[in-house]
């Protein structure tokens, strides 16, 4: 394991001109852990930003071939990141060990799944319309377009995936891929855990021989509107809650030269029960639901958050044993003070709405989190009330029941972007209730059919987005291959000596990319 | 011709509930037209954007082909506009006839184009990854993504493309085409044009039975903060003013639900004039660059407004024959008494500027723009200086000469995001002056080689945006087939029925897509 400075990344070196210090907890006892970090100050992040920006230079014309080893050196380096280094990161989160090294492989996996995408090329985007000087009334001039990365990268770390979506997570991942270096905000809820995946992809970058600056960290607690508003950031990876989101949408709009955001922000994850499904396994349904609910102490942004129903016997059954179910959790501990008392404030505005009765869970108190479940009259959701549609992170869950399909469907409709819908059915049901798709279609980035959106696979074909408020561009996903397209733009070269194109561009097609040749799909060379 | 109406087109009926009209203008007599509008009503507004996010759900959901068939009978229509309907466009906006009339074929063409990205399907961006039951530690299930429409999209047209870039234009294209039903807000400066436009994609959507509401056009001067502010609407096209785009962007991101703003905007489209061709063919640049200066009266979103070279011989050379092509030019009529304003007045500011001097062109007075060539001290780029950064939109462009190779870097470096930037250079120059085109990539959506940019050819590898202010967002284009890329978000489906996934995503494979099945394209059935 590599000394834990505790200093700022900033082009391949340490930096630590601050004086305001910053200490990293134990989760579980809130004590302090022997590491201690120097917030930045502006004229760092400044620094980090400038040299994010100077790399970029370099970094954006290297071969995908030169960025996908990058990336593959990194993923080898956070695999030997070994016990010492999962035990850290348990200290600092309270996430138990099996799941951090989970999480350790799905990181580096993703690192991979990006360098096959650089191999493979298609992120490109390569498009070439050749001249057609006879044509009539006026010739065509060659066009070539493909797509350059944006420029260098704000990413902030996320509280609740300490190494998935944080230092060397999927934005990072995405930007890098793109050739965008990164200028990273650690969490400050496991700033350790960070400067020792920070050392890793230093050390990649160092035997892969990219330019300094590729990456770069950032420590503290303000230093992020600094970050957000340098001249050098041309976009921002975000995830976290729906405010801080929203802020970093302000800051970036107001910019003299605005710039996107990605922000990833809440979700309540409706989980739709369908009848034939509660009739002939409402007993399991309700097991697997409370599982996923309390699953890493509901501190995922695919916790289901609500699940409705339409009124039958069968539901009405389903609620008593999903009541049963959630009595029976145990508490756990979260991954900070800050997210417990959130939780507990959550619980109190819920429990203080007339339209919301308490089904099961000790009263909120302790320092772990005590799993709860409500119910919440429909009316909530039809006349739009504000309680339920931002999420409660944690281990809680709110049942609706619909009076009837109509209600159901005015139910969904009154919901706001979601990351996940879930369809628990029969394949009767899901024929029957066919009809609820589209609206969810509009409502969600994914849609899971006899599942639970807990788990986001990291692959080509997952979306990780959604509707605002659940991000802030539906257009993007956060998870998996497509994560890649937020941080490209395309550039047009017309009637570009040959020679001197891009390679992805050339005539010969050096790389051997699939290329829209006046229209058509070819991998030909010209 | 059809009737002239003058009424809102709201679901596929007309309407003028409001009292107030506006008068459509001849463009060079100042005189009224025989052609009066009703300015829509809030309510009108309100009516067309729910129209259009009723037919939304209709619309999305026709098969690529129906949508296809669509954009043809479109395109035929507005080939089927007669030499009358040329003629009050040219009323409208003095444009000429045959630049009109080539508008209307590039209009066409444009719908045309689309439909073919809509039959040969890759928009939709459809990806499998397929289950792994036997995946350790954890199974995969099965993921599969596709794009569909955002939703109800709001279209600015504007001012000096009344065909191509207004009520059936480039937005108005990749929207329908991406399956998103249009509110049209039709430009003041051409209202019985886009009155008759309006009614041929009626005519198409009735032929092809299209969902009443797939097209809305609204006519007036304050309805378009309605527009943007209404809750339907999930995308905004525009293309115009700065200021304009900027208010836009400010309603959009101040809404309850945040939307997107395409906005191109301003570009200034500096053209940088190597020493060799200079001294080959300085003569002929400069007839060739001061009729691309004048074409269509500057009217171009890519009218070159800055020339740029280093001071030699030949570039003084080239500065007086450039003075006296421009001295030579007639004057125009502007599209509108506003755009004619706005031209002096940039005139002004520019003659004002002590680091100005003015080369050519007769004190702007009267009804016509008069050309005018300036030069302007390096300093103001080097500088920062405002005043060159904001486009002056007509027959006007500013010479600067840098001193050296290395003021030249720093010049164009000083300039903001453009639409694009040329070069004109032997070959020997583009090998010498590689060193320019990273610098210029990371300014432009478009880089030109001995060409001039105000042609802007509709295809696949086009690019008409650019980083800010040239666009609101650099990663999308407004021109070419992948604008339809800015009205698209992907959606995934976990565990889905195979009979009930969209066709795009079947095992089948229906419409003999090409996808990326487990990271590999393939257009076979699974």
């Known amino acids: 394991?590599?000394?834990?400075?505790?200093?700022?990344?900033?082009?391949?070196?340490?930096?630590?001109?601050?004086?305001?210090?910053?200490?990293?907890?134990?989760?579980?006892?809130?004590?302090?852990?022997?590491?201690?970090?120097?917030?930045?100050?502006?004229?760092?992040?400044?620094?980090?930003?400038?040299?994010?920006?100077?790399?970029?230079?370099?970094?954006?014309?290297?071969?995908?071939?030169?960025?996908?080893?990058?990336?593959?050196?990194?993923?080898?380096?956070?695999?030997?990141?070994?016990?010492?280094?999962?035990?850290?990161?348990?200290?600092?989160?309270?996430?138990?060990?099996?799941?951090?090294?989970?999480?350790?492989?799905?990181?580096?996996?993703?690192?991979?799944?990006f360098a096959k995408v650089l191999r493979r090329g298609d992120f490109l985007g390569a498009r070439i319309d050749l001249a057609l000087p006879e044509r009539k009334p006026l010739p065509r001039v060659d066009l070539r377009q493909y797509r350059v990365g944006v420029g260098a990268v704000a990413v902030f770390g996320a509280s609740n995936f300490p190494l998935a979506f944080s230092t060397a997570g999927g934005d990072t991942a995405a930007a890098l891929a793109a050739g965008c270096p990164v200028v990273f905000k650690a969490h400050s809820g496991h700033m350790a855990t960070a400067d020792?995946?920070?050392?890793?992809?230093?050390?990649?970058?160092?035997?892969?021989?990219?330019?300094?600056?590729?990456?770069?960290?950032?420590?503290?607690?303000?230093?992020?509107?600094?970050?957000?508003?340098?001249?050098?950031?041309?976009?921002?990876?975000?995830?976290?809650?729906?405010?801080?989101?929203?802020?970093?949408?302000?800051?970036?709009?107001?910019?003299?030269?605005?710039?996107?955001?990605?922000?990833?922000?809440?979700?309540?994850?409706p989980v739709v029960l369908l009848p034939e499904a509660l009739a002939s396994r409402?007993?399991?349904?309700?097991?697997?639901?409370?599982?996923?609910?309390?699953?890493?102490?509901?501190?995922?942004?695919?916790?289901?958050?609500?699940?409705?129903?339409?009124?039958?016997?069968?539901?009405?059954?389903?609620?008593?044993?999903?009541?049963?179910?959630?009595?029976?959790?145990?508490?756990?501990?979260?991954?900070?003070?800050?997210?417990?008392?959130?939780?507990?404030?959550g619980l109190e505005h819920l429990l203080a709405h007339p339209g919301v009765s308490h089904l099961a869970g000790e009263p909120q108190s302790g320092n772990q989190a005590r799993p709860q479940l409500f119910k919440a009259d429909v009316a909530l959701l039809l006349e739009g009330d504000e309680l339920l549609q931002e999420e409660v992170f944690g281990p809680a869950t709110i049942v609706i029941e619909a009076a009837d399909d109509a209600q159901l469907k005015a139910a969904l409709h009154g919901l706001r972007g979601q990351l996940t819908a879930t369809l628990i059915g029969e394949q009767s049901d899901l024929v029957a209730y066919q009809w609820l798709v589209p609206l969810l279609e509009q409502k969600v980035g994914r849609i899971l059919v006899n599942g639970y959106p807990t788990g986001v696979e990291v692959c080509e074909a997952m979306v990780h987005g959604g509707p605002y408020p659940a991000t802030s561009d539906s257009r993007g996903t956060s998870v998996g291959t497509l994560a890649i397209d937020r941080f490209l733009r395309p550039v047009c070269y017309q009637n570009y000596p040959e020679a001197l194109l891009p390679e992805a561009l050339r005539n010969s097609n050096p790389l051997g990319l699939k290329r829209l040749v006046n229209g058509e799909w070819s991998d030909a060379a010209l």
Chains 1, 2 share one sequence.
């Open 282 to 345: 409402g007993d399991t349904v309700a097991k697997e639901l409370a599982a996923s609910v309390v699953m890493g102490c509901g501190q995922f942004c695919t916790n289901p958050g609500l699940v409705i129903g339409v009124r039958s016997p069968a539901f009405t059954a389903f609620q008593a044993q999903l009541q049963e179910q959630m009595a029976a959790q145990a508490p756990q501990t979260m991954l900070n003070a800050g997210g417990l008392r959130s939780y507990a404030q």
């Open 1 to 113: 394991m590599s000394t834990l400075l505790g200093h700022n990344f900033i082009a391949g070196a340490r930096s630590a001109q601050g004086s305001k210090r910053l200490q990293s907890l134990d989760a579980t006892t809130g004590e302090a852990l022997p590491f201690e970090f120097t917030q930045a100050t502006e004229a760092e992040v400044d620094a980090a930003c400038r040299a994010a920006e100077t790399a970029f230079g370099e970094f954006r014309h290297l071969s995908p071939a030169r960025r996908a080893e990058f990336l593959d050196a990194i993923a080898d380096e956070i695999d030997a990141l070994g016990d010492d280094f999962v035990a850290i990161v348990c200290r600092e989160t309270a996430l138990p060990a099996a799941r951090i090294q989970g999480e350790r492989g799905r990181t580096s996996g993703q690192m991979r799944l």
């Open 196 to 269: 020792q995946v920070g050392c890793a992809i230093i050390r990649a970058a160092e035997k892969t021989a990219m330019p300094k600056g590729v990456f770069n960290m950032i420590f503290g607690g303000g230093v992020g509107e600094w970050l957000v508003k340098h001249p050098a950031i041309q976009a921002v990876g975000f995830t976290g809650s729906l405010s801080g989101g929203n802020a970093l949408c302000k800051m970036a709009a107001e910019r003299a030269q605005p710039i996107p955001v990605f922000a990833e922000m809440s979700s309540i994850n």
